[in-house]
């Protein structure tokens, strides 16, 4: 492959980020043991696959410093319905929409995209297929994925963007001007159908592969497909001539591509929604070989035990010093240390899961199966025990000694980051944020297929996730106090009510209701409760549903305008 650009010059632009992140990656423990190399004289690189497999590993760097990253998670998940930030200015100009384009975390998430995509761009420009034999197609096609990933969330969040396939000098001068939405789009399609074609059938742990590519596809079909459908696109339309944009061909697609992965892929549901988020089986569900994730961006554990998983002080109590407890489905108590609380649920939304209640006996496994309701309500969230310092017992929220307090956010944790280790006994495990989950092929699947004019199929995708939620006991639509599905609208609600019940807290809720064109629901809404931290949602704009350019990459390049809606 010619080299597109001057690899020895640009090494010495990206050794701290390539050096970094090999502490941080995920499963890839044969890649980790490589042998880290001096980067400003490596003036041969990509010589030995050593070098190749140290280089594809520097790829996952920019999920994790990026996406990773609690600034990332808590915006887009404070922005939605499903959970608030703490009292921190910067945290709350996000709940209420009052950030900008000097807004430093408005550009560290562009800066790191970025650099993320030129890490992939360097695996994509300089790998040797003489060095890599039979792999090369495989290392090539796992480097777009990531990239179509990294392009995909610049698109959703910034609107069109600088489509960079070099390795730039600074993230920030990019080689403007902006692209095309749609552009891009057919850029990040092509990434992906490169790696539908050469990634592996299955893959280790932490990788993509062919049905994961494939899954990520549908995904984007599916954005584009509700944004033409609820011209979302404000400030473009689909061009004349070329592509096809239109909503039908690509929920078309979606449908297909869901499709193949569920007849082919051999990924099925965990028979039980918690245990997706226990580290024992963190591939597959014990016991049943079930593989339900796809793709996920992982955090080790490290550090004092005592201090809990570094990840679970970013989901975890609102006081900053006092311990907290972990209460499990079934009543156990886990010590899971202390922290901050930069992403917090909201207990506003916690009660619209069927059988939420301020009474404890609703709350945990108490009562018979078939009659708990929707069992996500404590296993996606922990109700949270409290450490009475002064006789050291326990105190269990909801209880008459710590009575529930729809104001009070420190009675809950997202217990899908709560970093329990493998004994279950511990803090002292792994964390993850999914990035694509099966169960995310059957509700795209469902809402293709209800666009389409195919209710059943729609209504069966459904009723898959809802019965595991509802432990086998969903029935039939309409049911009594859900939405009612006898209409394509009104199926159309339920499926995203249904998103955002299953995937809270996963950075998908703000993304949702940005494609629907549905952030205006939002509106009025508190988002800090409590007497002296309470803000409520402003009226939305048209500007509400992307974010501004940042102020430094429009300074460094004068190639590329901002947005109109924020100009």
């Known amino acids: 492959m010619k080299k597109l650009f001057n690899i020895k010059y640009k090494l010495k632009l990206y050794t701290i980020t390539l050096i970094g992140c090999l502490m941080l990656v995920t499963s890839c423990n044969d890649m980790l043991n490589e042998q880290v190399i001096d980067f400003y004289n490596a003036d041969n690189y990509f010589n030995t696959v050593g070098q190749s497999n140290t280089a594809i590993t520097a790829i996952y760097a920019g999920l994790q410093n990026n996406i990773g990253r609690s600034a990332f998670l808590s915006s887009f998940t404070t922005m939605s319905d499903e959970a608030r930030g703490n009292s921190w200015a910067n945290t709350n100009v996000f709940h209420t929409f009052q950030f900008d384009s000097y807004n430093p975390t408005v550009a560290a998430i562009y800066k790191d995209l970025y650099s993320g995509i030129g890490n992939c761009n360097f695996v994509i420009s300089g790998l040797k297929k003489e060095v890599m034999g039979n792999q090369y197609e495989a290392y090539i096609a796992e480097a777009k994925f990531v990239r179509a990933y990294y392009y995909l969330n610049l698109v959703r969040i910034y609107g069109p963007v600088v489509i960079v396939k070099t390795l730039p000098n600074n993230p920030f001068v990019t ?14 399609l092509e990434d992906l159908t490169y790696a539908c074609a050469n990634l592996p059938k299955s893959s280790i742990y932490g990788h993509p592969d062919k049905w994961t590519a494939m899954a990520m596809k549908a995904r984007v079909h599916l954005w584009l497909a509700s944004c033409v459908d609820n011209k979302v696109l404000y400030y473009e339309n689909p061009p004349v001539g070329g592509n096809d944009y239109t909503p039908a061909t690509h929920y078309g697609l979606v449908k297909q591509l869901c499709q193949t992965v569920k007849d082919s892929s051999g990924y099925a549901l965990y028979n039980d929604y918690e245990k997706l988020w226990l580290i024992d089986s963190k591939q597959a569900e014990s016991g049943t070989g079930k593989r339900e994730h796809m793709f996920a961006i992982n955090f080790n554990y490290s550090g004092n035990p005592n201090e809990g998983n570094p990840w679970t002080g970013q989901c975890m109590i609102w006081n900053s010093l006092r311990p907290a ?34 009474t404890a006996s609703t709350n945990y496994k108490t009562q018979a199966i078939g009659s708990r309701g929707d069992t996500r309500r404590f296993k996606g969230y922990a109700i949270e025990a409290i450490l009475n310092v002064i006789n050291g017992t326990v105190i269990v929220a909801g209880t008459s000694s710590a009575p529930f307090d729809t104001d009070n956010s420190s009675m809950f944790i997202f217990s899908k980051y709560a970093g329990q280790g493998t004994s279950g006994t511990s803090v002292n495990g792994d964390a993850q944020i999914p990035v694509m989950r099966y169960a995310d092929v059957l509700l795209m699947l469902a809402e293709a297929s209800n666009w389409l004019g195919d209710p059943n199929t729609a209504k069966d995708n459904l009723n898959l996730v809802r019965s595991r939620a509802y432990e086998g006991t969903s029935g039939t639509f309409p049911r009594l106090g859900y939405l009612e599905v006898d209409s394509k609208a009104g199926l159309a609600d339920a499926i995203m009510e249904e998103r955002s019940k299953e995937f809270v807290a996963e950075l998908s809720c703000w993304f949702d209701l940005v494609r629907t064109k549905s952030i205006k629901k939002l509106e009025g809404y508190p988002t800090i409760s409590g007497p002296a931290n309470y803000y409520v949602v402003p009226t939305l704009t048209d500007k509400n549903y992307f974010f501004p350019i940042p102020a430094n990459a429009l300074l460094s390049n004068p190639k590329i305008e901002q947005s109109d809606v924020w100009k």
């Open 175 to 188: 080689e403007g001007p902006r692209d095309s939405v749609f552009h891009v789009i057919d850029f990040i």
């Open 325 to 358: 407890w972990k209460v499990t489905s079934d009543g156990a108590k886990i010590l899971l240390g202390t922290g901050y609380s930069v992403l917090i649920p909201q207990p506003t939304f916690w009660l619209k899961y069927e059988g939420a209640s301020k």
